[in-house]
Structure formats: C-alpha cells, structure tokens
T-cell receptor
Framework: EPEVTQTPSHQVTQMGQEVILRCVPISNHLYFYWYRQILGQKVEFLVSFYNNEISEKSEIFDDQFSVERPDGSNFTLKIRSTKLEDSAMYFC????????????FGAGTRLSVL | GENVEQHPSTLSVQEGDSAVIKCTYSDSASNYFPWYKQELGKRPQLIIDIRSNVGEKKDQRIAVTLNKTAKHFSLHITETQPEDSAVYFCAACAGGTSYGKLTFGQGTILTVHP
C-alpha cells in the first residue's frame, strides 16, 4: 500500500537555526498538508497546499514557516529561525482531493530545538 | 473557527467489552468526520470516517454515529481486543473554503486489558 514518507524521523537543532522537513506524498495525490503535535497536545493544522500554492494556513504558520514542492515528488516544510516552542512532531499528509477526502499521514518528524 | 472536543481523555476496558469515544464540534459547516488510530511511535491511520449525509457507518467491530443537530459524533468499538490499545483521534473538516483542514480532538488513550 502506498505510504507518505517523511525524513528525517528525528531532527535536533539549535535555536535560531533553519530546518527543512521533507515529505514524499503518495504519488497520485495532489493535495498536501502539514500538521504538528506538541507533546501531550492535540494535532494542529499548519498549512494546506495545492497546485504549487498555499490554499489555507493557520495562525501558527507565520513568516518563519514556508512550504515548497521543489520537484514532482517532494514536499518540504522550512522553519527559518527555530524557536524552543517549535519543538513538536510534524506530520505531513496527502489526499487525492480536498474536503471529504481521506488524508494519509506520514510517520512524522520529531523536531527538538535546543 | 472549528473547535473539536473529545472525551474521555483515557479509557480503560477489559478485553471483550465495548468502548465509546465521543466528540463534539462547533462549526455547523463541517461535513466530514474521520477517526484516526495512532499506535505508539507510528503514524495516525484512518480507521473509519463518516460524511454529513449519513447518520451511522459500520465496519466490522467499529462504528461511528453522527448527530448533526447536536453536533456530535461517536466512535464505538465492540468486542475490544488488546491490539485495539492506542490513541484515537476524532477530527472534523468543514466543506466550502476549508481546503481540507482537519481540526482534531485532544485524543483518547484506549487501553484494553487482557
């Protein structure tokens, strides 16, 4: 069964550094998402992406965050200058369409900002 | 925006018993309600979903009910087994301009004792 893959599984970085989290969505999916989960809290929506554009973003997704689809397979989340509070599990998801469509999640990248 | 509340936060049952997890949502425009199961260290996996034109859906030991008037939906697991032990998340997705944004509940840690 096709899966969403994320790399790395764990990323440790120093505060103020840039990080790029990588995702390979399921190949025939056109809609991509990033979510995050701070330890012990609920999963929170960050951004949705379609046709090389951000479709929707949450208030968490400020100017420090950006997303990109640099080629036909990867979907990346960049955090320009990490803060301690960015420490969380980041999940990538993809779906064939928007609303009412199943979103398949990757296994996540655990980001630890020191 | 949408707010999803999930209860209980933890649920402990004996093998063979039933388990019920309840969620409420705030946005009457929400029309898609998936449930995800997340085992320790693994990705969230969709186990069942329901759309707003349906009141109940069943898949073997798992069922979901939706009450649009009261804005709540529930997950029912019958004949629980130890392998059902995991964290369960409900979510809601609004149609229209939501672009697939899932709003999650806080999660329920289900423990099934043999």
């Amino acid at each position: 069964e096709p899966e969403v893959t994320q790399t790395p599984s764990h990323q440790v970085t120093q505060m103020g550094q840039e990080v790029i989290l990588r995702c390979v969505p399921i190949s025939n999916h056109l809609y991509f998402y990033w979510y995050r989960q701070i330890l012990g809290q609920k999963v929170e929506f960050l951004v949705s992406f379609y046709n090389n554009e951000i479709s929707e973003k949450s208030e968490i997704f400020d100017d420090q965050f950006s997303v990109e689809r640099p080629d036909g397979s990867n979907f990346t989340l960049k955090i320009r200058s990490t803060k301690l509070e960015d420490s969380a599990m980041y999940f990538c998801a993809s779906s064939q369409a928007f609303a009412k469509n199943i979103q398949y999640f990757g296994a996540g990248t655990r980001l630890s900002v020191l | 925006g949408e707010n999803v509340e999930q209860h209980p936060s933890t649920l402990s049952v004996q093998e063979g018993d039933s388990a019920v997890i309840k969620c409420t949502y705030s946005d009457s425009a929400s029309n898609y309600f998936p449930w995800y199961k997340q085992e320790l260290g693994k990705r969230p996996q969709l186990i069942i979903d329901i759309r707003s034109n349906v009141g109940e859906k069943k898949d073997q030991r798992i069922a979901v009910t939706l009450n649009k008037t009261a804005k709540h939906f529930s997950l029912h697991i019958t004949e629980t087994q130890p392998e059902d032990s995991a964290v369960y998340f409900c979510a809601a997705c609004a149609g229209g301009t939501s672009y697939g944004k899932l709003t999650f509940g806080q999660g329920t840690i289900l423990t099934v004792h043999p």
